[in-house]
């Protein structure tokens, strides 16, 4: 079962525990990191993107649908 560890928490990237005040366990977790939030920010703008695209779809749909 868990054991009780002093206040910890795991790296964002590979899940390995380290102390509370820390993110991330290594530089080189904290360049994939980096590389992780630029993919995810793509991924949002992207989303955000389709959501608009959609939504005007739907607005502008009604107008020529019939
Ligand atoms: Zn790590």
Do not use: W
Not at 8 to 21: A, D, L, M
Not at 22 to 39: N, P
Not at 49 to 63: D, K, N, R, T, Y
């Amino acid at each position: 079962m868990a054991e009780k560890v002093a206040q910890h928490t795991h790296c964002q990237i590979c899940g390995k525990t380290i102390p509370v005040s820390e993110t991330l366990c290594s530089d080189e977790c904290k360049q994939k990191y980096r590389s992780m939030i630029k993919k995810r920010k793509m991924l949002m703008y992207i989303m955000y993107a389709l959501i608009f695209v959609i939504l005007g779809m739907f607005m502008i749909g009604p107008l020529f649908g019939n």
